[in-house]
C-alpha cells in the first residue's frame, strides 16, 4: 500500500469517525434531527470518498486538494481569528430599584397600599402591569400547561424556598478567626463544589450591582437596601439537559425550582460558616431575597458572559445554569471575568430572539442600559407569555447552542468558538443544520 493510499483512507475513517462521534452525541442528546443529519452525511462521505478511490484514479489530487482545504479549514476553525470582545461596562449610572423588577412588580395587587404606591411612582408601568395580571399567576390554574398534580408540586417547592429567606442572615461569632485570603477562598470554593454546584468564582462585589430598594421578602418594602459586604462568592447549578429540552412546559419549570432549593441550601450553609468564623455574610436566594443582580455579579466572578438572552451564559454549560450568591467581608482572592466568544457569537446567531414566542429578546445590536451595553431583554412581554402558559417557558434556554451537554464533539466545536470568529460563524449555521432554526411548539392566538 502506498503512502498516498494509506493517506486517502485514513482521512476518510477520520472523516467518518468525526461524524459518528457527532451522531452518538445527537443520540445521547436524543436530537433526531441530528442524528438523521449526521447519517446521510456519513453516506454522502462514504459514497463519494471511497467511491472516487475506486472509479477515479490515481486518488492523489483529490486528496491533495481536499487535505489542503481541510487544513484551511482547521486552521480558521482553531486559530484566534477575529474579535472575541467583552461586554463593554462602562461607569454603571444608577442602581437598579428592586422595585421596578418583573417579579416584584407581579406582586402588587390592586386594592392594596403596595399596588397604590407603586404606580403612584411609576405610573407608566401600570397599564402594561394591569395587562400582565389578566393572565393567572405561575403554576396556577388557568395556565395552558397548567396540571392539577404536577404544578402544586413545583408550587410547594418553591414555597420551601420561601420559607427559607428568613435564614439568609445571622448572628456573627464573637471570635474571629485568622484566615489567610488564599486558603479559605480554596476552602470555600471545595465547600460550594462539594454541595453541587458546578462552578464558583469570586468577585469583588460592584456596589452599582446592589439593588437601591427593597421591592421583594421579608424587608419592609421601599427600605433602602445596604449591603457594605466587599465580595460576592457566586456559583452555578446545572439545569439538567433533559428537563430543559421539555421547554417550555412543566418539567423545566420544576427543574428550575429544584436547583433554586439546592442553590438557597448550599449559599445558606456557606453564609452560616462564614459567620461562624466570626465573619459578616449573606446568602442571596430565590424566593425573593436577592439584594444583588445576580447575572453582572457571576460575570464579574468570571463565571460565564452575559449574552443575548440576558442570561448568563457559562462555558461548559452556556445558560443552562441557575445561580446562587452570598455577599461577606471575609478576606477572599477575586477571580477575573473572562470572554469566550459569546458576545460575537450572539451577534451571528440569534436563535433565542427567532424562537422567542414573546419577542421579549432583540434581534438588532446592543444598546447603552446604564453604562452596561447589551441587550436589553422586554421582561414584561417574557412573563406575560409566562403567566399565559403557567410554566417559566425557558425555550431561548433550550435553542442556545450553548447549551448542549459537553460531550467530546461539543468540547471541539467549544475550543474553536473561544479562539475564531470563523469558528463561530460557521457553528450558528452548523448548529441550525444539526438542530433546526425554529424549534416547534404550542403557539396561542389568544394572547392580548
Ligand atoms: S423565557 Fe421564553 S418568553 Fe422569555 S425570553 Fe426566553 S424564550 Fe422568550
Ligand atoms: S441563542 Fe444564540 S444569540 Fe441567543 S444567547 Fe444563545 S448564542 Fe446568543
Same mark, same amino acid.
Given at each position: 500500500m502506498t503512502v498516498v493510499v494509506f493517506l486517502y483512507f485514513a482521512v476518510g475513517f477520520l472523516l467518518l469517525l468525526f461524524l459518528a462521534l457527532l451522531a452518538v452525541s445527537s443520540l445521547i442528546e436524543k436530537r433526531p434531527r441530528a442524528v438523521v443529519v449526521c447519517a446521510l452525511l456519513i453516506i454522502v462521505v462514504e459514497l463519494v470518498w471511497f467511491g472516487c478511490y475506486f472509479w477515479l484514479e490515481p486518488p492523489f489530487y483529490i486528496l491533495l486538494v481536499f487535505l489542503v482545504a481541510l487544513t484551511g479549514f482547521i486552521l480558521l476553525f482553531f486559530m484566534p481569528l477575529g474579535e472575541s470582545r467583552p461586554l463593554k461596562i462602562g461607569d454603571i449610572i444608577q442602581k437598579v430599584d428592586e422595585r421596578d423588577i418583573i417579579f416584584a412588580r407581579e406582586?402588587? /395587587? !390592586?386594592?392594596?397600599e403596595k399596588y397604590e404606591k407603586y404606580y403612584d411612582l411609576r405610573p407608566e408601568n401600570k397599564d402594561i402591569d394591569d395587562r400582565m395580571r389578566r393572565f393567572p399567576e405561575l403554576l396556577q390554574p388557568g395556565g395552558r400547561f397548567f396540571d392539577p398534580v404536577g404544578s402544586p408540586q413545583i408550587d410547594a417547592v418553591f414555597d420551601e424556598i420561601e420559607k427559607l429567606t428568613f435564614e439568609v442572615d445571622g448572628e456573627i461569632a464573637e471570635r474571629r478567626v485568622e484566615v489567610k485570603p488564599d486558603k479559605i477562598t480554596r476552602q470555600i470554593k471545595g465547600m460550594v463544589l462539594e454541595q453541587g454546584a458546578t462552578a464558583v468564582g469570586v468577585a469583588k462585589l460592584n !456596589?452599582?450591582?446592589?439593588?437601591?430598594?427593597?421591592?421583594?421578602? !421579608?424587608? !419592609?418594602?421601599?427600605s433602602p437596601i445596604v449591603n457594605s459586604h466587599r465580595y460576592a462568592i457566586m456559583f452555578a447549578l446545572e439545569m439538567d439537559y433533559y428537563q430543559v429540552e421539555t421547554a417550555p412546559h412543566l418539567p423545566i419549570t420544576g427543574e428550575s425550582a429544584r436547583q433554586y432549593l439546592i442553590g438557597a441550601e448550599i449559599s445558606i450553609a456557606l453564609a452560616a460558616y462564614i459567620r461562624s468564623l466570626g465573619y459578616p455574610a449573606q446568602a442571596h436566594i430565590a424566593g425573593?431575597?436577592? /439584594?444583588?443582580?445576580?447575572p453582572p455579579v457571576a460575570q464579574d466572578a468570571g463565571l460565564g458572559e452575559l449574552g443575548r438572552l440576558g442570561y448568563l451564559i457559562s462555558p461548559e454549560l452556556g445558560p443552562r445554569v441557575r445561580l446562587g450568591a452570598v455577599t461577606t467581608n471575609l478576606p477572599l482572592l477575586t477571580d477575573k471575568p473572562i470572554t469566550f466568544g459569546v458576545q460575537d457569537f450572539c451577534e451571528k446567531c440569534l436563535k433565542c430572539a427567532d424562537n422567542c414566542p414573546s419577542g421579549a429578546i432583540p434581534r438588532g445590536g446592543r444598546v447603552n442600559v446604564r453604562g452596561v451595553e447589551k441587550w436589553p431583554l422586554t421582561v414584561e412581554k417574557c412573563i406575560h407569555y409566562w403567566r399565559h402558559i403557567g410554566t417559566d417557558c425557558g425555550l431561548c434556554m433550550k435553542v442556545c447552542p450553548f447549551s448542549h451537554p459537553p460531550t467530546l464533539v461539543h468540547n471541539i466545536i467549544r475550543t474553536g468558538l473561544r479562539r475564531s470568529s470563523f469558528a463561530r460563524a460557521v457553528s450558528a449555521r452548523g448548529d441550525d443544520l444539526f438542530y433546526g432554526k425554529k424549534v416547534s411548539y404550542e403557539r396561542f392566538s389568544d394572547m392580548e
Open positions: 406582586e402588587y /395587587q !390592586p386594592g392594596t !456596589p452599582m450591582y446592589v439593588y437601591s430598594h427593597v421591592g421583594r421578602g !421579608p424587608e !419592609p418594602w421601599g425573593s431575597n436577592y /439584594q444583588i443582580m445576580l
